[in-house]
């Protein structure tokens, strides 16, 4: 059964400008060692891999959102580095949840999640739905 749904847009520009100045925290506190070696390892821009990743760390939390129950609204900011983007055995981008964000979920009773990832040289997008 589906129980969240959540979709995200990011600039690739804001991600290319953080990786040009190394005096910049975003990257680091934004993308677990793992995301940030496959952005530089794939052909290409490595600012459009960085900008779907953090499309689908802000798509799985608006997820968590549509998930809610009758409630307190979540509070605070979750670690987006608790949400990682990972790949299947087959390739596809999939979703491997740490810390807070696996708590969050397990309380909302998601068992799964799905994910789908775009880029463009100017936009990347993300789709999460979360399976219960």
Known sequence: ??????????????WRAALANPATAAIEGTFTAA???YAQSTAGDPAEHLA?????KEAFIKA??????????LTGRLDPRTV????DPHGRPALALHGEAQAIADALGVRRTWVSLTHTEGTAGAVVALEG
């Open 52 to 56: 779907a990743r953090f499309a689908a």
């Open 64 to 73: 968590l959102g549509a998930a809610r129950r009758p409630g307190p609204p």
């Open 35 to 37: 995301e940030r070696a």
């Open 84 to 87: 990682e983007v990972v790949r």
């Open 1 to 14: 059964m589906l129980i969240g749904l959540g979709m995200d847009l990011a600039a690739v520009g804001f």
